[in-house]
C-alpha cells in the first residue's frame, strides 16, 4: 500500500518520500513537479512553512497545508562543551517528549550524532540509555527533524551524520531505512552514502536486510571479544551470538563493499587485558573493516571506569602493528554529558 493512502490530515510531511508525495499531488490535480519543489523545500532550504515555499502556486501551498504541517522539532536546551567547542540539542517532540543530539565539529568535517529512539531497549550495561528503557520509537520525520534542526543552528553545512544516539538504530527499522535514504537523496538531503553511519548492537538478520535496502555505512557496538564477556554487558547477545553477528556483517560486507567499522568502549579491567587484543585481532581478520576503541565515558553512577592511557595505547599498538586500521576515538561532549554512552533525557 502506498504510503498516501494511509496519511492523516495534518501528518508531518516530512514523513513522505518523493515518489508518495508526488502520487499525493496527482491524486489531488497538483502538478507532479509541485513534490520536487516542495522537497526542494524542505530539505535545501529547510523551511519551517509552506508560505515560504514562494515557487510553489499559491493553490497548491493551500492544498498542502490543509493536509499537513511542515514538522520541526523546538530546540529547548543547548548545551556548549568548553573542551572541544561541541553543542548538545535537547529536542522537543510533538508529545512532549524529548531526544538528545551532538553537534561535534572535526578537522574538515561536521557531525551530527543523531538519535532513533526515546530511550532504549537493548540494556547495554555502558549506557546511561538503557537506564530509560523504551519509550518509543521515533518517526522518519522526527529523525530527519534532528538533522534539519541542528543545520538551521549551524553556519557551517553539516557533512557526516553517525546514527549512534539515544535508541538502537535498526530495532527502529523502517524509519530509519526511510531517514537515511532521504539523506542522501539527491533530491532531498543530499549527503554522501560514505558520509554516514548507523550503529548497531548486533541485531542480525536487519544486518543483512541493511546491506540489501541501503548504502550507507554499518558499524557494530562489538565492546566485548568473546561470548561470555559480550553477554556481561550487552544482553541483546542472548537473542544474537556473537558469531551469528559477525556472520551477518561478513554479509553486509560481500553486498554493499563497505568495510564495518568495530566500535569497541575500553572498559577498565572488563575488556582491555593482552587476551582482549589477540581476540579482537582474530575477529577483525573476519572480515573487511575498522576498528575504534573509544575509551568508556562515565556518569553519575555508573558501573564501570575509563582504562589507564597506557592501556590504551597498549591495545592500539597491538592492532597497529599486525597492520590494522585502528583509531582511538576520544568522544566529544564529555563535559555536557553528550559523549558517547552519555545520552539520556528525563
Given at each position: 500500500m502506498l504510503l498516501w493512502l494511509w496519511v492523516c490530515p495534518m501528518d508531518d510531511i516530512l514523513e513522505l518520500g518523493l515518489i508518495d508525495l508526488e502520487t499525493w499531488c496527482l491524486a489531488r490535480g497538483l502538478k507532479k513537479f509541485t513534490a520536487?519543489?516542495?522537497?526542494?523545500?524542505?530539505?535545501?532550504?529547510?523551511?519551517?512553512?509552506?508560505?515560504?515555499?514562494?515557487?510553489?502556486?499559491?493553490?497548491?501551498?493551500?492544498?498542502?497545508?490543509?493536509?499537513?504541517?511542515?514538522?520541526?522539532?523546538?530546540?529547548?536546551?543547548?548545551?556548549?562543551?568548553?573542551?572541544?567547542?561541541?553543542?548538545?540539542?535537547?529536542?522537543?517532540?510533538?508529545?512532549?517528549?524529548?531526544?538528545?543530539?551532538?553537534?561535534?565539529?572535526?578537522k574538515g568535517r561536521l557531525t551530527l550524532c543523531v538519535s532513533s529512539q526515546v530511550g532504549c531497549a537493548m540494556g547495554c550495561t555502558f549506557c546511561k540509555t538503557a537506564e530509560m528503557k523504551l519509550v518509543r520509537n521515533l518517526t522518519t520525520a522526527e529523525i530527519l527533524g534532528q538533522l534539519i534542526g541542528a543545520q538551521r543552528e549551524s553556519e557551517q553545512r553539516?557533512?557526516?551524520?553517525?546514527?549512534?544516539?539515544?535508541?538502537?538504530?535498526?530495532?527502529?527499522?523502517?524509519?530509519?531505512?526511510?531517514?537515511?535514504?532521504?539523506?542522501?537523496?539527491?533530491?532531498?538531503?543530499?549527503?554522501?552514502?560514505?558520509?554516514?553511519?548507523?550503529?548497531?548492537?548486533?541485531?542480525?538478520?536487519?544486518?543483512?536486510?541493511?546491506?540489501?535496502?541501503?548504502?550507507?555505512?554499518?558499524?557494530?557496538?562489538?565492546?566485548?571479544?568473546?561470548?561470555?564477556g559480550r553477554l556481561e554487558v550487552m544482553p541483546v547477545t542472548r537473542k544474537y551470538p556473537l558469531d551469528e553477528v559477525l556472520a551477518a556483517c561478513k554479509k553486509y560486507t560481500t553486498l554493499t563493499k563497505h568495510r564495518v567499522t568495530l566500535e569497541y568502549v575500553?572498559?577498565?579491567?572488563?575488556?582491555?587485558?593482552?587476551?582482549?587484543?589477540?581476540?579482537?585481532?582474530?575477529?577483525?581478520?573476519?572480515?573487511?573493516?575498522?576498528?575504534?576503541?573509544?575509551?568508556?565515558?562515565?556518569?553519575?553512577?555508573?558501573?564501570?571506569?575509563?582504562?589507564?592511557?597506557?592501556?590504551?595505547?597498549?591495545f592500539h599498538k597491538y592492532l597497529a602493528d599486525r597492520h590494522f586500521q585502528v583509531n582511538i576515538r576520544y568522544s566529544k561532549g564529555l563535559d555536557i554529558m553528550g559523549a558517547c554512552g552519555q545520552l539520556a533525557t528525563r
Open positions: 520536487t519543489q516542495v522537497f526542494q523545500w524542505l530539505y535545501q532550504k529547510k523551511v519551517t512553512s509552506f508560505a515560504e515555499m514562494t515557487n510553489v502556486a499559491k493553490q497548491a501551498r493551500a492544498v498542502l497545508s490543509e493536509h499537513f504541517i511542515v514538522g520541526h522539532l523546538e530546540i529547548t536546551e543547548r548545551y556548549h562543551s568548553t573542551q572541544d567547542g561541541s553543542t548538545k540539542f535537547l529536542m522537543k517532540l510533538v508529545d512532549g517528549r524529548t531526544v538528545e543530539s551532538v553537534l561535534m565539529p572535526q553539516i557533512s557526516n551524520v553517525v546514527m549512534m544516539g539515544m535508541g538502537e538504530p535498526l530495532h527502529n527499522y523502517e524509519a530509519v531505512i526511510q531517514a537515511v535514504n532521504r539523506m542522501t537523496d539527491p533530491k532531498a538531503l543530499q549527503m554522501s552514502n560514505r558520509k554516514v553511519t548507523v550503529s548497531t548492537v548486533g541485531l542480525a538478520p536487519e544486518i543483512e536486510r541493511f546491506g540489501l535496502d541501503t548504502r550507507v555505512k554499518l558499524a557494530l557496538s562489538l565492546n566485548a571479544t568473546h561470548e561470555a575500553m572498559m577498565a579491567g572488563v575488556n582491555d587485558t593482552p587476551e582482549d587484543h589477540k581476540r579482537l585481532a582474530r575477529i577483525a581478520s573476519v572480515f573487511p573493516c575498522k576498528i575504534n576503541l573509544i575509551p568508556y565515558n562515565p556518569f553519575p553512577g555508573s558501573p564501570y571506569q575509563r582504562p589507564a592511557e597506557s592501556s590504551i595505547m597498549d
